[in-house]
């Protein structure tokens, strides 16, 4: 058998196997519930927040394209309209519900491959994903400050711990000289290079992480929303202590787009503040909402974008155009 044959063998074996773990996952959190108070919960909900907790979802988009402007201006890409970078990070999000690990986020990186090259775009992307958890760590520990809920405490200082390394790595240390081959570390220089020139624009830096707060800030929201519409008792400042530990579970490459072990360990922290049966609610709510709801309302656009490109027998479109 051919390398490339056993190699796509492979990767259809870890996609099953992500689709049988998800499932499974989902399966074993309704079973620990009382469906019919589950049912109760979900059918009074209260239609006004559920919309208020919808147009949140909705503004992530440009935030999300704002903060990836930022780190492209520091690469030198200069300002690409937000509305071509908007369709790139719609992209993604439509990907981030079916591939693991925020695996759809490398999309971007070839959108954007004719302004920055491959190898830069995909150092934005980690960079991206870098100042992502760091911020995400300070609203961990931002919800324990205001609720006293220890596991915002250590997701915080985790998180917020390892965006700071990996940025010391990125801006100061020279691991290139310690890789073998040439091209090894000529790659290394160039992701390097990529937080150096970041690092040294402070405005940008500035851009970055507020935007960062803003779309996390959105999703905290989102779960509180939700809590109030199922009438459960959950603040805002209790949304920040729980769900950056969860959102940091459904990145590890096991279930398709997180589906299930976010859930998981969402549920196992907002035991702490409610029954079992609106938690498991709450969690699958959050999900619908920031994984399902921002791909449906990516997909319109996106759609009518490659149709574009199609018809005009392009390969690809650059960005900004």
Known sequence: ???????????????????????????WLLSRV??????KLAKEARPGWLVAAGVAVAMLPPLMAWRWQAVLVAQGAGRLPIRGLM????????????LPGKAGD?????YVREHTG???????????RIVDVGVLGALGLAGYAVTGFVWGLWAGLILLGGALAG????????????????????????????????????ALVAQTVVGSLLVWALCGSVL???????????????ACAVFPLSVMAGMVPVTLGGLG???TVMVSLLAGFMPRDGATLLSLGYTVFTYWLLAALSLPVVWSWLRKALKAGEGSVPAGR
């Open 87 to 98: 369709r790139a990070v719609m992209a993604a999000n439509i990907l981030n519900t079916v």
């Open 224 to 238: 509180a929303l939700l809590a109030e519409a199922f009438a459960l008792p959950l603040s805002w400042g209790g």
């Open 261 to 263: 072990t976010r859930e």
């Open 118 to 128: 491959l190898v830069r775009g995909l150092g934005g992307v980690l960079l991206e």
């Open 34 to 39: 009382n469906l019919g108070e589950f049912a």
């Open 167 to 202: 940025v010391a790595v990125l801006r100061w240390l020279p691991v290139e000289r310690w890789l073998p081959g040439k091209k090894l570390r000529g790659l290394a220089e160039e992701l390097r290079s990529v937080g150096r020139a970041w690092s040294a624009r402070p």
């Open 1 to 27: 058998m051919e390398p490339k044959a056993i190699y796509s063998g492979k990767r259809r074996v870890i996609a099953a196997a992500a689709v049988v773990v998800s499932i499974g996952l989902v399966v």
């Open 106 to 110: 490398l999309v971007k990186a070839v």
